[in-house]
């Protein structure tokens, strides 16, 4: 299968929250910003970095935002190919993962109750 380039230009929304998640992407030029909810900005993606798989891995609709901060370019990974990848890598990197995947899915929930709790608690 050959490879398909997508482009964006800068403040281009990728995906949002909510959104179904049909495709991964390796980021091949620019930078894409990923934000929360509630629009904080909650990492960067660069050039040969991956981004989009946690949702497919995790079989959720997507759980941030994505936006193109500059002209970028990425070849579309589909959900399939990242399955089939995923599936055929080692039962220790498959573990790893999605271990990995889980923590910080945990940890984003955890902050996010600590949070409020600490806002509820301090401004009453």
Known sequence: MAEEFIFWEPNTVIYKIGDKSDFAYLLK?????????????????????????????????????????ERSAAVKIPKETLLNEFKESSILIRA???????????????????????FDENHE
């Open 29 to 69: 030029e620019g930078a894409v910003e990923i934000l929360s909810e509630n629009g904080t900005k909650v990492g960067y993606v660069n050039a040969k970095e991956v981004f989009g798989e946690q949702s497919i891995l995790l079989n959720t609709s997507r759980t941030v935002t994505a936006v193109a901060i």
């Open 96 to 118: 790893i993962l999605r271990s990995t995947y889980l923590r910080l899915t945990n940890l984003n929930t955890t902050i996010t109750k600590d949070l409020k709790n600490f």
